[in-house]
């Protein structure tokens, strides 16, 4: 599996972005794409993630600001980001999960259960 971030860059506060994850090699039915955020000196924080069978869980720190989603055909997932904060800054890296969907509810945070991992690309947010 490969996983390719996309769209970082500088934002101010309140501005937005839309974040890309393309992956490829994925042989499972029942996986879980998941965005995650490093801040410099803080540890991973799971954002926001998606399943295949359409499940969608966020942080309660990007609820009703953050939105993910999936084109099956593209293999891509976007996560955009509105009304972007100061404390949204930092490396976002997504992961797949292989065969996570149907325990989905339970071990999506879980940073052991994702065996891919992107690169990573970086948001700063500004004031």
């Known amino acids: 599996v490969q996983l390719v971030e996309s769209g970082g860059g500088l934002v101010q506060a309140g501005e937005s972005l839309r974040l890309s994850c393309k992956f490829s090699?994925?042989?499972?039915?029942?996986?879980?794409v998941s965005w995650f955020r490093q801040a410099p000196g803080m540890s991973r924080e799971g954002i926001s993630s998606?399943?295949?069978?359409?499940?969608?869980k966020y942080a309660d720190s990007v609820k009703d600001r953050f939105t993910i989603s999936s084109d099956s055909d593209k293999n891509v997932v976007y996560l955009i980001m509105n009304n972007l904060k100061l404390d949204d800054t930092g490396v976002y890296r997504c992961?797949?999960?292989?065969?996570?969907?149907?325990?989905?509810?339970?071990?999506?945070?879980?940073?052991?259960?994702?065996?891919?991992w992107g690169q990573g690309t970086s948001v700063t947010v500004s004031s």
């Open positions: 992961a797949v999960s292989d065969g996570l969907a149907p325990y989905f509810d339970d071990y999506v945070w879980e940073v052991a259960q994702y065996d891919r």
């Open positions: 090699g994925i042989t499972s039915d029942d996986y879980a």
């Open positions: 998606i399943s295949s069978d359409g499940s969608i």
